[in-house]
């Protein structure tokens, strides 16, 4: 199995434009898809990204992902940051026995 | 649209078993993998179990295995988790939630969840 590590916690101020890491212990990033995940608080998890760089129906463009081989990471891209998007965030991937892995969680403070 | 709704959840003594069920609707049940995903109190999200399309594969957190069962019924488009001998630390909001593909992929869309206290 490998670990997916995000930092504990990002701050931006509205308007401006932030982006999450998420960085894959061993292994290839590209080998297994990657999805995005929001949590806002009391609220069950919203789908941002999945599949690597796909939205879900609904979701804004301000939010895009990527994947980066050289660093063998993800990342989250929030531009136009608004208040409500202070929430916390959760990449996800899958190993090869099919175990899901999630990373720690990142909590998005907008200032 | 997409829609999943949990039952199930509840109080229950350290020991005893409980079954959550999870209703499908606004998409093909049946072409795709189906998860299960908790959070304690104040935790991160943590994965518990997935079972592709055809129920044909199941896999579980080391933390359910041999406690857990995971299961579905394609034609009532229900998801299932049979949760027996539970611990104190299986207290959680548990969310049903749909995958990507009919493998395992990831989540696109999440349920509300249903809380399940286990306490004496």
């Given at each position: 199995?490998?670990?997916?590590?995000?930092?504990?916690?990002?701050?931006?101020?509205?308007?401006?434009?932030?982006?999450?890491?998420?960085?894959?212990?061993?292994?290839?990033?590209?080998?297994?898809?990657?999805?995005?995940?929001?949590?806002?608080?009391?609220?069950?998890?919203?789908?941002?990204?999945?599949?690597?760089?796909?939205?879900p129906s609904?979701?804004?463009?301000?939010?895009?992902?990527?994947?980066?081989?050289?660093?063998?990471?993800?990342?989250?891209?929030?531009?136009?940051?608004?208040?409500?998007?202070?929430?916390?965030?959760?990449?996800?991937?899958?190993?090869?026995?099919?175990?899901?892995?999630?990373?720690?969680?990142?909590?998005?403070?907008?200032? | 649209q997409v829609q999943l709704?949990?039952?199930?959840?509840?109080?229950?003594?350290?020991?005893?078993?409980?079954?959550?069920?999870c209703v499908g609707s606004g998409f093909t049940f049946s072409y795709y993998a189906m998860?299960?995903?908790?959070?304690?109190?104040?935790?991160?999200?943590?994965?518990?179990?997935?079972?592709?399309y055809?129920?044909?594969?199941?896999?579980?957190?080391?933390?359910?295995?041999?406690?857990?069962?995971?299961?579905?019924?394609n034609?009532?488009n229900?998801l299932?988790?049979?949760?027996?001998?539970?611990?104190?630390?299986?207290?959680?909001?548990?969310?049903c939630a749909k995958d990507s593909q009919t493998?395992?992929?990831?989540v696109t869309h999440?349920g509300?969840?249903?809380?399940?206290?286990?306490?004496?």
């Open positions: 199995n490998f670990m997916l590590t995000q930092p504990h916690s990002v701050s931006g101020s509205p308007g401006k434009t932030i982006t999450i890491s998420c960085t894959r212990s061993s292994g290839n990033v590209g080998s297994n898809y990657v999805q995005w995940y929001q949590q806002r608080p009391g609220s069950s998890p919203l789908t941002l990204i999945y599949e690597d760089n796909r939205r609904g979701v804004p463009d301000r939010f895009s992902g990527s994947i980066d081989t050289s660093s063998n990471s993800a990342s989250l891209t929030i531009s136009g940051l608004k208040t409500e998007d202070e929430a916390d965030y959760y990449c996800q991937s899958h190993d090869n026995d099919n175990h899901v892995i999630l990373g720690g969680g990142t909590k998005l403070t907008v200032l | 709704v949990e039952s199930g959840g509840g109080v229950v003594q350290p020991g005893r078993s409980l079954r959550l069920s998860h299960w995903v908790r959070q304690a109190p104040g935790k991160g999200l943590e994965w518990v179990a997935v079972i592709s055809d129920e044909g594969k199941e896999y579980y957190a080391d933390s359910v295995k041999g406690r857990f069962t995971i299961a579905r019924d034609f009532k229900t299932f988790l049979q949760m027996s001998s539970l611990r104190a630390e299986d207290t959680a909001i548990y969310y493998g395992i992929v990831g999440w509300q969840g249903t809380l399940v206290t286990v306490s004496s």
